[in-house]
């Protein structure tokens, strides 16, 4: 098959997933096309719940593995669309439809990528394709699920719209919930352990604290309050007050050793962490698909945005069609070409690395 036929029946599938409802956990429906391109393409696969999963024909257990991952799961869709989310729309070049760019296209593209390696013989890599589910909620059954049922990962390329450039690192995610403790009373009357008082120092030392070890692909450690609850009536001064604190996490730091710090050293009466398994992820930049990817003409840099990437101990590139910033954004769109031009970088990305 010509990579102009890979892709347009690349195309024709994104269209069939857009139109068909996929939330996050209701993704039985686009697995079922995803299975219907595997027979049509007379490709063995798998099913484990929602999630679609293959290996080319030729795998031989003595090679490393090369995990093809993207995810057929959407958020729901915002109230400010203005053309229906699940239908698939073509105008001026561009597909509009929910999780057309996050991350239909890649999955396509992977999708397409894999089908063209499928019958290879005598790869360096064995290749390993997971259609995931539950990403965007990063629920049990997506991904993390899978690590165990498949073969062992020896390095990862996840797709997500990255303008096909190379995201050689991303930042883990922990969030905490915090509490300030005070002395409830009544707000007519004198108390000088007013826990929404006692909040300004707090917030002033989350705003104010520097992680030391900076990051050449993704800075510094973010951290931000997020969400503040405290009080139900005018009258009565509350006993404490809750916080939410998102702390992003670059590649010098364990998420364990981010929740170390601020158990020990932020002012609050408890600080505690939801999750600590959503880790930051890297690459070195001497990788044979770094190395061949920037003699490609793609840049190489970190980013900032969470994705599957998260569950994966293995080294892992973060590479797609598609723009981050129009993720989970009103009237989401990918433009035809960046489908055609994705399957054509990744097929010779791998061309350079494992054939």
């Known amino acids: 098959m010509t990579q102009k036929q890979l892709s347009n029946d690349a195309i024709a599938l994104l269209k069939r997933l857009i139109e068909t409802q996929s939330f996050s956990t209701e993704e039985d429906k686009t697995a079922r096309h995803i299975e219907a391109w595997f027979k049509s393409n007379n490709i063995d696969y798998k099913r484990t719940k929602n999630n679609v999963w293959a290996i080319n024909k030729y795998f031989d257990e003595s090679k490393p593995n090369m995990l093809l991952n993207s995810h057929h799961d959407t958020v729901k869709p915002n109230s400010a669309y203005t053309k229906d989310p699940l239908k ?96 409830a009373s009544h707000a007519a009357h004198p108390n000088d352990d007013n826990p929404i008082y006692k909040m300004i120092e707090t917030l002033q030392w989350f705003k104010n604290v520097k992680f030391e070890k900076g990051s050449e692909t993704l800075g510094d450690v973010k951290l931000t309050v997020t969400q503040i609850n405290a009080g139900k009536q005018h009258n009565v001064v509350p006993a404490e007050v809750e916080l939410v604190i998102d702390v992003r996490v670059n590649d010098k730091y364990t998420n364990a050793e981010i929740a170390e710090f601020l158990e020990k050293n932020a002012p609050c009466a408890s600080i505690k962490p939801r999750s600590l398994h959503l ?63 994705g399957i054509k970088i990744y097929i010779e990305l791998l061309n350079r690395v494992i054939v």
């Open 88 to 183: 698939a729309i073509v105008e001026d070049g561009k597909l509009y439809g929910l999780g057309s760019n996050d991350a239909g296209g890649c999955l396509v593209s992977l999708i397409a990528t894999f089908t063209h390696f499928y019958n290879y013989k005598d790869l360096k890599y064995n290749l390993i394709l997971v259609a995931s589910a539950e990403e965007e909620s990063s629920g049990p059954n997506g991904l993390n699920s899978m690590l165990k049922i498949i073969p062992k990962i020896d390095v990862a390329i996840v797709g997500e719209p990255t303008l096909m450039n190379l995201a050689v690192a991303e930042k883990g995610l922990v969030v905490f919930d915090a509490k300030i403790q005070g002395t």
């Open 279 to 341: 880790n930051s992820s890297s690459i070195p930049m001497d990788h044979p698909l770094v190395k061949a990817g920037i003699a490609m003409g793609r840049k190489p840099y970190g980013s900032p945005t969470l994705s599957d990437q998260a569950w994966l101990s293995c080294k892992s590139l973060k590479l797609g069609p598609g723009d981050s910033t129009r993720s989970h954004s009103a009237d989401e769109y990918i433009h035809l070409y960046e489908i055609e031009e």
